[in-house]
């Protein structure tokens, strides 16, 4: 089992879960990866989704994962030069929380679960599962 993490700084949710969902529905279909379940939690900027697939995947599928399912791509290219050279899955971490330089939090993760049973229905919906 692996988890996906998607950074989507949009603070609409029915564009992130449309998004989240219809990439899910050709990505993980055209892969044969099977989705086992989603964690969302909202952001200042946006969403943090954790989607759980069943598997074992190198860094550079969970990183071209995360990228193809609608993660920020400026993190997936910092993430993709942290990895390229190790083995770890260390580089693959979402920040809780975000503070400026003198400590002051800017950005503080908030479980939805709500959200992610919506998204979970929306993925289940487009993968078939």
Known sequence: MEILKMDLD?????????????????????LKIKPAGV?????ARGYHIYLEVEGEY????????QMALGSDYKREVFNYMRFKDS?????????????????TILSQEKDEPELSSRLWAKIRERVGC
């Open 39 to 43: 964690t969302v939690r909202s952001t």
């Open 10 to 30: 949009i603070r609409d949710f029915e564009k992130v879960a449309d998004i989240v969902s219809k990439r899910c529905g050709a990505v993980l279909n055209i």
């Open 87 to 103: 083995l770890s899955k260390d580089w693959n971490v979402m920040f809780s929380k975000k503070m400026d330089a003198n400590g």
């Open 58 to 65: 190198t860094s550079f599928d969970l990183s071209f994962l």
